[in-house]
């Protein structure tokens, strides 16, 4: 296994579907194994250090330049909040990747790779902020892009047909194993400047505040423009959490577009409230995060990012039927939600870590889902 994951690198050069051996060789009859959740949305466990081995930073460079460079992550503007939960480039890492063959576009889909950095600190922690960043690609460089997966998956023997959780093989091999090492060459191979297409960001209000700021941008010819949020607009958006009471979520703006969050924003509203006005809300949160109902770019942050607590509440403490309702997400694949993202009202984390612990959200889950189905559907394993 130690010379397989190198065979990552012929997946741009090579039409063969021939796949790894248990002795690094390959064997052309073997077929490609099937793609899962794990393969298409990948959680990394926390690099020990920023400079730990095998941790891509926003200076790791392939053919299409550094991840990140200083010049795009400058244009995140500056908070008047102390930076001891803010962003930190020099401590950035990437801890999540996922790649999508049609991620809604106006006009049409687009393939993307994306990543999820976080700064990193030196007892192998993370801060709570994040930035996600979005990479475009050709139809032509999908086809390659999907065989890569699936021979990445013959390097992960230990990921299973299992719910999306922390990946399994880089938890079992460590951050320089087969599975590690191809994944790095399979990220720096199709991300980089060249194609950097996005950034959005995430960072808390430290050190104890319950305050979050949200915003992005999108990338034109090179130029950063600042992102049109639907319900906030060229802004920030702001959310508090108050716990004196349960939990109560606050926006800032506080869109009512596409959907109205309701009595659910708070838990002592949504216990006084009537069936009916709990029933309209949790629809309105199952429906942002439901990726048949809303793209991405049509949802503002916070309802996104909250929900995943919030629809677990209205399941556990309201005993409401969550799963049973016609606008949640339905799918054959498994759809536990792993993590602590159900239970930590302070985390609104979609795919990463609070300080150790992982955080998964609902929406990432059915995303997930669908690209699985989408990529197998057009790129069937042969």
Avoid at 103 to 116: D, K, N
Avoid at 128 to 145: G, I, K, T
Wanted: proline share 8%; with cysteine; charged share 20%.
């Amino acid at each position: 296994m130690k010379r397989a994951w190198l065979l990552v690198l012929a997946v741009g050069c090579s039409s063969s579907s021939a796949a790894p051996t248990a002795d690094g060789g390959t064997d052309a009859e073997a077929p490609l194994p099937k793609l899962g959740l794990s393969d298409v949305s990948v959680l990394m466990p926390i690099p020990a250090s920023p400079d730990a081995p095998g941790a891509l930073g926003p200076t790791s460079a392939g053919g299409r330049g550094e991840l990140l460079p200083q010049a795009v992550y400058d244009k995140i503007p500056k908070f008047g909040v102390k930076p001891a939960q803010g962003l930190d480039y020099a401590r950035m890492r990437v801890v999540a990747a996922r790649f999508d063959g049609c991620f809604p576009a106006p006009s049409g889909c687009e393939a993307q790779v994306r990543l999820v950095m976080q700064p990193v600190t030196d007892k192998g922690t993370t801060l709570d902020s994040a930035l996600h960043l979005f990479y475009r690609l050709s139809e032509a460089e999908l086809p390659e892009l999907v065989k890569g997966l699936r021979r990445l998956r013959t390097l992960a023997p230990e990921v299973k047909d299992a719910p999306l959780d922390v990946h399994a093989a880089l938890v079992a091999q460590g951050p320089e194993g087969p599975y590690a090492k191809g994944l790095d060459e399979l990220l720096l191979r199709y991300a980089g400047e060249e194609n950097l297409s996005r950034m959005t960001f995430f960072l808390r209000a430290p050190p104890v505040a319950e305050e979050w700021f949200f915003g992005g941008f999108n990338r034109v010819g090179g130029v950063l423009q600042t992102m049109d949020i639907v319900g906030v607009g060229k802004t920030n958006q702001r959310v508090n959490l108050s716990k004196t009471d349960g939990y109560r979520y606050e926006l800032t703006p506080s869109p009512t577009l596409p959907e109205d969050l309701g009595v659910l924003a708070g838990s002592a509203q949504a216990k006084a409230a009537t069936d009916a006005e709990r029933s309209a809300a949790l629809g309105a949160f199952l429906r942002i995060e439901n990726p048949g109902k809303y793209g991405p770019d049509q949802l503002s942050c916070g309802g996104c990012h909250m929900s995943t607590f919030v629809t677990a509440f209205a399941r556990t403490e309201l005993q409401m039927p969550v799963d049973a309702h016609p606008d949640a997400f339905k799918s054959t694949r498994d759809l536990t939600v792993r993590g602590e993202s159900a239970t930590t009202a302070s985390s609104l984390r979609a795919f990463g870590w609070f300080d150790a612990r992982p955080m998964i959200a609902n929406r990432v889950v059915f995303e997930s889902a669908l690209v699985v189905d989408d990529l197998e559907k057009r790129f069937p394993a042969k």
